[in-house]
């Protein structure tokens, strides 16, 4: 085993850049987006988002030196303690927590300090996924360890879902491709694609046309399969799934998601249907982003941003302040840093010698990628809008932070990555 004293000189430093780039940057569109012409503002005025966000920006320094002067070791260790704390802080905001835009996810301490537990989650479960799957004795093959680490991805889904938040609690379908990488059967996630594109079909297609639908593909499907009991078994267990999926979107839609959620999908279905009201998001945020054409209208010129035209424009539609003021080149560049990152992070995956570290790493690529696809997709009408960050960028104390720590935590990991015997 080999031994290295100083982490600085295996600290992956272009990560780090990365990291710093993106920061920065959602910090000064923090700014523009709600800086006024005329106004004497500060950048560095705590009474705005910027100057609060600088706040967190420095706290998030005091992590980094915090994570990296943990034993790395640690981490591994204590990754069901961490998980089952976050498990009880999301029960406890349930019954304690401050209700913010119609759900129940915040703890608020004082007039000024707001912790939302569903943004440590996300690193919290990464470990646990890790510490599980890292296992000698794991497999996917075998039915209670695939019931277990699934258990380890939904049990906070759920609690997150009771908040209700639903965007939040979609993030967590990212650990499926991590499954995926570690041994998970392709069919697996095959036919979880094919269940989400049949939860959408069902939102434009009438319910009866598509169980009929079925019901035609079950029997065309028994009348080719071979005819061993097996076979006709798996088909009707598939076909009974299918149903419960078609069925269950109008009980979704009217006893899980909040009414605002619903005319979201409504508006993401048909964006004309209420331009003044559900859908003026979407609309104010592509006409932002368009405006800003190749070069972007320039720093604090932005228009569409200065009269309040999109709300949650700091957190939720930083993208749009960028696209408007920065214009395409800018949007362009973020994406492609993002794009790096991402890849960065792969690369520093597929390095490590040890399965836990590795499956973390892929752990903290995914949930980044879906967030950034999700969260941009969102602002130019491909996802509906369902209020969640685009990671380094928007602003919030908690969101940086546990994007930070998820980071973070793979850094220190990499950094010792030959202190590590190959298991």
Not at 188 to 216: E, N, R
Not at 239 to 247: H, K, P, Q, Y
Not at 396 to 407: K, M, N
Request: with cysteine; charged share 15%.
């Amino acid at each position: 085993m080999r031994r290295d004293a100083s982490i600085t000189n295996n600290l992956d430093w272009l990560t780090l850049f990365i990291y710093g780039i993106l920061v920065i940057t959602g910090w000064l569109n923090i700014y523009a987006s709600v800086y006024e012409e005329g106004a004497s503002m500060s950048i560095f005025d705590l009474s705005l988002n910027s100057g609060k966000q600088l706040i967190w920006i420095a706290s998030s320094l005091m992590i980094f030196a915090i994570v990296m002067s943990i034993d790395f070791k640690f981490y591994e260790s204590i990754s069901y303690l961490i998980y089952g704390i976050v498990i009880f802080l999301l029960i406890f905001v349930l019954v304690f927590g401050t209700k913010v835009s119609g759900a129940r996810s915040w703890f608020e301490i004082g007039s000024f300090f707001k912790v939302q537990p569903s943004e440590f989650a996300k690193f919290a479960t990464t470990l646990a996924i890790a510490k599980f799957i890292s296992q000698p004795s794991f497999r996917f093959n075998r039915i209670p360890d695939l019931v277990a680490v699934f258990g380890l991805m939904i049990a906070p889904m759920l609690l997150i879902l009771l908040q209700p938040d639903p965007g939040t609690a979609l993030i967590f379908m990212a650990f499926i491709i991590v499954f995926y990488r570690e041994g998970l059967t392709p069919y697996v996630l095959i036919i979880g694609i094919l269940f989400v594109l049949l939860f959408i079909l069902t939102l434009f297609i009438d319910q009866l046309y598509i169980l009929l639908g079925i019901g035609l593909f079950t029997a065309v499907a028994i009348g080719f399969a071979e005819k061993t009991l097996k076979r006709i078994a798996a088909i009707l267990f598939i076909a009974t799934i299918t149903v419960g999926i078609t069925l269950s979107v109008d009980y979704f839609q009217t006893n899980i998601l909040q009414p605002h959620h619903q005319k979201r999908l409504k508006v993401l279905i048909n964006p004309n249907s209420d331009p003044l009201g559900d859908g003026w998001n979407v609309t104010q945020s592509k006409i932002a982003i368009g405006s800003g054409r190749i070069w972007g209208k320039g720093f604090l010129e932005g228009t569409q941003t200065k009269f309040d035209f999109v709300p949650e424009q700091s957190t939720d539609f930083i993208f749009c302040t960028l696209g408007e003021e920065q214009g395409w080149a800018g949007t362009s560049f973020v994406i492609l840093l993002f794009v790096i990152l991402i890849l960065r992070i792969l690369y520093i995956a597929e390095r490590q010698k040890s399965k836990f570290a590795r499956v973390y790493g892929y752990g903290v690529a995914s949930v980044l990628f879906i967030h950034f696809t999700i969260n941009i997709g969102m602002t130019i009408g491909l996802f509906p809008v369902i209020g969640i960050p685009l990671p380094f960028l928007s602003y919030g104390g908690s969101s940086l932070w546990g994007f930070s720590i998820l980071l973070f935590i793979l850094l220190k990991l990499d950094a010792h990555r030959m202190q590590i015997l190959i298991r």
